[in-house]
């Protein structure tokens, strides 16, 4: 299970979020930042904890799901979803420790930036490939969690075209709540009701992110 991670990170006179990078100009923003976040992920008393080995088949399932979502060719880049049935136990036992929002309707959030939010989804589904995806020719379609393509290939024909084309689309479309550079994972109850008023409902992981290919 994950653990709350308290550590920040400093830049200049700022105060960085290493999970969801947000920035404060003092340690105090960031202190109640990290308060509020740790009350957010304490457990319910009637959430029972889930075998381990549950949790590691539900993480390869995640893994598998969002793999489908990196397609091959730069063209198919831009916003991703991944929705997948899921019991709030389940959600809670495996993002545990990072879940940055709780609303009222009992909706979570968590918010994963930069390469350090790679690294710490890459050890919550224990792969570190799960957001890249090879294909032949040394092309790879991955999600967009940096600033910046790594070094290497910054001066690549090929990845600067893709940068150019997925930059363009994302242009074009409407303005989005969830924007490249960032995967949003929420869970929340959806249910509806039939002709005769009978309800139904069930709880859904939703993971949002933006891919690119190079």
Not at 87 to 115: A, L, M, P, W
Request: charged share 25%.
């Amino acid at each position: 299970m994950s653990t709350l991670t308290t550590s920040f990170t400093t830049s200049a006179s700022e105060f960085i979020c290493p999970t969801c990078q947000k920035r404060y100009k003092k340690q105090g923003g960031l202190s109640r930042h990290l308060s509020i976040v740790k009350r957010y992920n304490i457990s319910h008393s009637d959430l029972d904890k889930l075998p381990e080995t549950n949790n590691e088949k539900f993480k390869s399932i995640l893994v598998y799901l969002i793999h489908r979502k990196l397609p091959h060719g730069f063209k198919k880049g831009g916003r991703q979803l991944v929705s997948l049935a899921c019991t709030e136990h389940q959600f809670f036992d495996i993002f545990k420790g990072y879940i940055h929002h709780h609303s009222n309707r009992n909706v979570y959030k968590c918010i994963f930036r930069g390469s350090a939010g790679y690294q710490i989804l890459s050890e919550i589904l224990n792969n570190p490939l799960w957001g890249r995806k090879f294909y032949d020719e040394e092309q790879q379609t991955y999600v967009v969690l940096f600033n910046d393509p790594p070094e290497h290939l910054k001066n690549n024909p090929l990845a600067i075209a893709t940068r150019c084309a997925t930059e363009s689309i994302a242009t074009h479309r409407r303005k989005s709540r969830y924007n490249p550079g960032e995967v949003i994972i929420e869970w929340k109850i959806k249910g509806e009701k039939d002709a005769k008023e009978n309800y139904c409902e069930a709880g859904f992981i939703y993971i949002h992110f933006w891919v690119r290919q190079i």
